[in-house]
Structures are given as C-alpha cells and as structure tokens.
C-alpha cells in the first residue's frame, strides 16, 4: 500500500509553500475508505503519530494518529481549541466544499470555547440525564419492531436504510418531545440535511429543520413536558431560544449518524464473524460484547474535524502554526500499537477507546450510555425476530461508505425467513 501514499491523480495536495504537506494524502477516498486500518497503519509508519493529510479539495490539515497525542490534544482546549473561525485557511475554502456544513462555524454548543462551553455542555448533560433510560429501551424496542415489521414478510431487507438510519433518528426525536404528527417529516428532513441523495436540496431540508425546531421550543414554553427542550428552557444556565434551537439540532445531528453506524457495523460484525455467529441464539451477551468491539476496531466516528491551533506549538516533532487543522484520528488511536501492543487479543471488557472522544469537548455525559441503550435494544430485537437472518452478500463485496468522519457501511443487505408483523 505504500505507493498509495500518494496525492490522488499525482496532483499536489498542499499549496505551495508548505513542505510540511508535500506528498500528503487525500483522506477520503473511496479506495482508502475500503481499507482505513491499512491506511492508518502506513501513515503511522511513513509520518509518526501525526501525519500531514489533504482533505476535500487538497485543504491541508494533520491528522493526529496516535492515542497519546490525541488525548494530549483533546485534554489541552486552550491550544487545541475548537471555534472553527481559527483556522487561517478560510480565504482558500469554496463556499461549495463539501465539508462546510459541520466545519463551518455555527453558533452552537459545538463551536463554544471556555465557560461558554461549559455552560452550554453542562446543560445538555442534565437534559439528557433527566432521560429515563429503560423507558428508552422501551421506546426503542417498539420503534424497532415498527420497522421491522415493515420488511419481515419480504424476507429480505437493506439493514442500513430500512433500520439502522432510520432507528436512532426516531428515538431522538421523541426524547425531544416531538408531537407525532411531526415526526415523519422532520425524520426526512434530517435525513436530507445529513446525508443528501441525488437530487436533494440539503440547504433547504436543514432550514426546515431549523424552522420546525424554532416552533417546538416556542410549544414547549407554552405546555412543557418531560423532554429534552422543556429541560433546557427550565435550566439555570438561562439559554437564549435561538442557543437552545442550535443546541438541540445539534444533539440530534450528533446523535444520529455515529449510532446508526454503531448499530450498522455491530450488525456486520455479528453477521459475519464466526466467533459471534455461534451464539446468536442465545446472543444477548454477546451483544455487549460485539457494541465494544466495534468502538475498538470499526468506530462509527472515524476521524472527527477537528482543533484548531491556538498559538504556534509542537506536536509528535511537527511544528504546529497557529490556525493550523488538525483532525482528530480517532479510529487510528484506538488501534495504535504503542497502547495496543497485540491487537489481535482484542478489547475484551476494556473501555478505554476514544470513540467518545476526551476532554471538554468529548461526548457529553450521558450521551454514550443513551447511545449504547439505542444500540443495545436495536441490535437486541433484530437478531430476535428475524434468527436465521444471513448477509445476502459475501461479506467481502460490502462497501464502506466514502467519508472522512464517519466509518458506515453503503447498504447491509441481508435475507431471513419471512415472518409476521407484530402491530397491525
Ligand atoms: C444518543 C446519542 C448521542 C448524543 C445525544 C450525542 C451528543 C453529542 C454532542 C451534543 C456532542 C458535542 C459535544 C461538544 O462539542 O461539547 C457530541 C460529540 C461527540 N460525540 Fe456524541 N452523541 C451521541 C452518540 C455518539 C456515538 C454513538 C458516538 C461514537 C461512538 C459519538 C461520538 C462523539 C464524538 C467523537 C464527539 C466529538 C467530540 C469532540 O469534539 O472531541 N457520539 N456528541
């Protein structure tokens, strides 16, 4: 693989003048999407724990491989910070990049630096806490068999689209207390602003999300519930409408894609993997066992975007300028060999991955474990409606999906007995 290490098409990645990135290599191909561990393992060889890649369009940035250096820069937000409007290359980003929308600065919690942050973050987290978490699992049982009744009698389903996609999506917005007769739309429109189709117009989806948010924190002063916008309103941290309106499209956002993945790839390990196949019928353990592998080796956020150099520093022997990009790898940490000498032993019962990421931007408490119980109950109530369920395809025919953040499989098609629906 090393002669891909390579700029795609031979061309340039870096603009002139910055040797640091001669010969850096475009991320998001498709050709390395197929094979990131490869390719994270060649970078680390090639460049050390921090390698100098080039995203869309050539950009420059560094992609920070080792697991020291990513907690180190994880844990240091005043020189690692992350208000996007840092960055010293703007005046070279087309207003078409593809990349703009979750780079680009919007004034959400995700942006905030400092006790701002904290004050936002703080927030979110009690919203969540308040959330009763086996009355979640409930929810997602009931959102689970409601899909799967929609393709058992077919006997053949596509477990990305028909499932994984559409299940987190769902349990998300009733956690925010979404009148039913809303739900079906803002779940397409969302879907839309994530994750366009040929023919979509993602801007115009994202500001019908906006507007339908707007509206449901204006009903939640009106007739509070038990939900995460009423929770948020009633905070002392004193939120704003509009901040509370970019906070909670952004929990949903977050929510969403690396989920849907964590249930994607749990599926494809289950289902392909012998060591898991042997005890699906009686899997319920197993479960667990195959949600925490997947973190260590297919982690749904694969690389996240990112810090921004706060001042001139030094980083794994690299100079750093001030402004500079760099991208968390957080796939690649997981799998560095210098705190995993043999992976092959595998994860076991070890939790100390990064796919939460680290620090005062990770993952905000208790946003994994209401993850873990979407996750749980999806993977759960599938392998126990549908038991003779198989991949419909080799498994070595399954395509990646071509995406720097996210490590999600395109479709997981799979065939099974047909069955009866359970709601009429
Ligand atoms: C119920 C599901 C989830 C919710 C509500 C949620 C919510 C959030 C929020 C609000 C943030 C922004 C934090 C901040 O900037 O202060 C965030 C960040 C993040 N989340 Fe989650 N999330 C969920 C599931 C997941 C899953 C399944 C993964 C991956 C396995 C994940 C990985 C991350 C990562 C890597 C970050 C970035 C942290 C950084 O900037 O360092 N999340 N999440």
């Not at 959400?108 to 904290?118: A, K, Q």
């Not at 690389?303 to 750093?320: C, P, S, Y």
């Not at 995993?340 to 100390?352: E, L, M, T």
């Amino acid at each position: 693989m090393t002669d891909s290490l390579t700029t795609a098409d031979g061309a340039p990645a870096a603009p002139a003048g910055c040797p640091a990135h001669a010969g850096a290599v475009e991320l998001n191909s498709l050709q390395f999407q197929q094979k990131t561990a490869e390719l994270y393992r060649e970078l680390r060889r090639v460049h050390g724990a921090v390698a100098p890649v080039a995203l869309d369009g050539g950009v420059p940035a560094w992609l920070v491989l080792g697991y020291r250096e990513v907690h180190y820069v994880t844990s240091n937000d005043q020189l690692f910070a992350r208000d996007s409007r840092r960055w010293h290359a703007w005046d070279s980003i087309p207003a078409d990049w593809p990349l703009l929308p979750y780079v680009g600065y919007q004034p959400s919690v995700l942006f905030t630096e400092g006790p701002e942050h904290r004050r936002r973050s703080g927030a979110i987290s009690d919203a969540l806490g308040a959330v009763d978490q086996f009355e979640l699992q409930t929810v997602c049982e009931r959102i689970a068999d409601t899909l799967i009744d929609a393709f058992v009698g077919s006997g053949e389903a596509d477990l990305m689209a028909d499932y994984a996609h559409q299940l987190p999506l769902l349990a998300i917005v009733r956690m925010c207390g979404l009148p039913d007769s809303e739900v079906d739309d803002l779940v397409h429109d969302l879907t839309v602003s994530l994750d366009a189709g040929e023919g979509d117009d993602p801007v115009a989806a994202y500001q019908r999300v906006q507007d339908r948010i707007q509206r449901l924190v204006e009903a939640k002063h009106r007739r509070p519930g038990p939900d995460v916008p009423s929770r948020l309103l009633a905070h002392s941290a004193g939120l704003t409408d509009e901040q509370i309106v970019q906070d909670l499209i952004s929990v949903i956002a977050a929510a969403q894609q690396p989920t849907a993945n964590w249930i994607g790839n749990t599926l494809r390990l289950m289902l392909t993997d012998e060591r898991f196949s042997v005890t699906l019928s009686g899997g319920r353990r197993s479960v667990g066992q195959a949600l925490n592998e997947v973190l260590w080796e297919d982690t749904p956020t694969q690389n996240f975007i990112g810090r921004w150099a706060a001042q001139d520093t030094e980083l794994a022997g690299r100079r750093i300028r001030r402004g500079d990009l760099l991208v968390l790898g957080l796939a690649a940490a997981n799998t560095d060999p210098q705190v995993r000498p043999d992976a092959a032993a595998g994860a076991a019962g070890n939790q100390a991955h990064l796919s939460f990421s680290h620090g005062e931007h990770q993952c905000p408490y208790p946003a994994p474990e209401l993850a873990e119980v979407i996750a749980k109950a999806a993977v759960e109530v599938l392998l126990d409606r549908l038991p003779d369920v198989v991949v419909a395809v080799d498994a070595e025919s399954l395509v990646w999906r071509p995406s720097i953040w996210m490590r999600g499989l395109e479709s997981l098609p799979v065939e099974f007995t047909p069955g009866p629906a359970l709601r009429g």
